[in-house]
């Protein structure tokens, strides 16, 4: 339905009445000239007989009768518009009758032969008044007529516009307000003159109830989804926190017994039994794993609990390789891999402690799965948007369906013949480190041609006493783990 009732009637005026005017119009204009022609056609056809019973009579007429025949024939036929008769002799006499000959009076001619050597002129004048009058009486009916029906368009466009235009607007005009969310009520008034629509309107009034009853559904549902959602939403975090104080309970409860377990191995030494140094050793490293597995489900909980905070500073790539390569080089040495570092000259924007806890962690993924005799490159990279960190190996490779699985919890990808050592902890803490500093892990690899994982930082200006101070220093965060 149109929205303009404008539009609406013009529409309906140009399907059904426009074309229906036009087609009258042209019938009437064909009728009037038909019969004008007819007229015409009829008033000549007339004076055509006439002269033809005159030449008739004026071949046996005696020569003294012939003006008898001429007058009798002007003055016989009074309904006739004849005026004025000339006849002209072949001896060169003019026989007239009738009044004088006038400009307006229309011409006939008629030639008569008598006999060899003998011709005549028969001439008539008529006055075509009459005719005129007729002529003039036919256009007069036929604009008229053409009146008439712009007069019936006249009607046809008033009826449209009060008997569908107008209710059709106040019915589109009701159902917007129903579709914007009013409250208008759509009425009948069955003293209006558009009571046509009433079944119509009516069909609308209880369309209208239907739909504020679906509002009125709508609304409650969506109340009770709201409650629904409010209620787990506190559910899911108060299971957070369960999970958190159970991890900060579990890691209380098992750290000192771990660290006692540390200290008395640590405190053991070698004796003369292999059997028993195998012992021992195998004590140690234990020991070890059971820490390192513990520390990393600590920070995975603090990570989820979101206890850790992220402060933003600028800090050199340099230096962050400097510690980073401080606490992995012993690491790297045991497993046979060669670390390469390209710092570059760039200064970044974020949290330098959990930008090196992230470097650490990506760097130790990549030294487990490298195996020996292996290269790791760390490197950083101008990118459009910042500095991009990126550390490539030339391991294995991951294939592509594995890809997204590799940063969740306990993920490890191996062959049945091969075991890397770790809990598939390091990337998925990794992940959790990146979202914090508000960028997310790169990967790029292929199997048989290595991985590259990268993170992205804002660039930022380093002052030269900042960069004085960038120099190593010991760290106090977790270490890396698998």
């Given at each position: 339905?149109p929205?303009?009732s ?16 036009f087609?009258?119009?042209v ?103 009459r ?14 007529s053409a ?126 039994d ?69 710092p ?34 760390i ?104």
């Amino acid at each position: 339905m149109p929205r303009h009732s404008t539009a609406l009637l013009y529409r309906l005026l140009a399907v059904g009445v426009w074309p229906c005017a036009f087609a009258a119009l042209v019938l009437t204009g064909l009728l009037t000239a038909q019969r004008l022609r007819t007229v015409d056609d009829t008033a000549h056809l007339q004076i055509a007989v006439q002269l033809e019973r005159l030449a008739g009579a004026l071949e046996h007429a005696t020569a003294s009768g012939t003006q008898a025949l001429l007058d009798g024939a002007l003055h016989g036929n009074r309904d006739e518009p004849l005026q004025r008769i000339d006849l002209e002799e072949s001896d060169g006499r003019r026989l007239s009758s009738g009044v004088a000959a006038d400009t307006s009076f229309e011409r006939y001619r008629r030639d008569l032969s008598s006999g060899p050597g003998q011709h005549r002129v028969l001439t008539v004048r008529v006055d075509p008044a009459r005719r005129l009058r007729t002529r003039r009486l036919i256009l007069l009916y036929g604009m008229l007529s053409a009146v008439g029906i712009g007069v019936l368009v006249a009607l046809a466009t008033l009826t449209l516009r009060y008997r569908v235009s107008t209710p059709l607007r106040e019915l589109q005009r009701s159902l917007d307000a129903l579709l914007e969310g009013g409250d208008e009520e759509v009425s009948m008034d069955a003293n209006q003159p558009h009571r046509e629509f009433a079944r119509l309107r009516a069909t609308t009034v209880a369309l209208a109830g239907r739909l504020a009853a679906h509002r009125a559904d709508c609304a409650s549902i969506q109340h009770t989804m709201a409650v629904d959602a409010l209620d787990q939403s506190r559910q899911s975090q108060a299971a957070e926190r369960g999970k958190s104080q159970f991890m900060a309970l579990v890691g209380h409860h098992f750290r000192q017994p771990v660290q006692a377990l540390r200290l008395i191995a640590a405190g053991l030494h070698p004796g003369v039994d292999s059997e028993q140094n195998g012992l021992l050793a195998q004590m140690r490293s234990s020991v070890a794993t059971m820490t390192r597995l513990l520390d990393a489900l600590l920070e995975i909980s603090r990570l989820d609990a979101g206890v850790v905070a992220s402060t933003s500073a600028s800090f050199s790539v340099g230096g962050l390789f400097v510690r980073s390569r401080a606490a992995l080089a012993e690491d790297a040495r045991q497993h046979g891999v060669h670390l390469a570092w390209h710092p570059g000259h760039w200064c970044v924007h974020g949290d330098a402690e959990l930008t090196r806890d992230l470097l650490q962690q990506l760097i130790a993924n990549a030294i487990a799965h490298t195996g020996s005799p292996g290269r790791v490159l760390i490197a950083a990279r101008r990118r459009a948007g910042g500095v991009g960190i990126e550390v490539r190996d030339n391991g294995p490779g991951i294939p592509t369906i594995h890809q997204q699985r590799i940063f969740e919890e306990f993920v490890q990808l191996h062959d049945d013949s091969e075991r890397h050592e770790g809990y598939g902890l390091g990337l998925a803490i990794a992940a959790r480190l990146a979202k914090l500093l508000g960028t997310q892990i790169g990967l790029c690899s292929r199997p048989g041609h290595g991985s590259t994982f990268w993170f992205e930082l804002p660039r930022a200006v380093m002052h030269d006493s900042d960069s004085r101070t960038d120099t190593p220093a010991t760290s106090s965060a977790m270490h890396p783990v698998s």
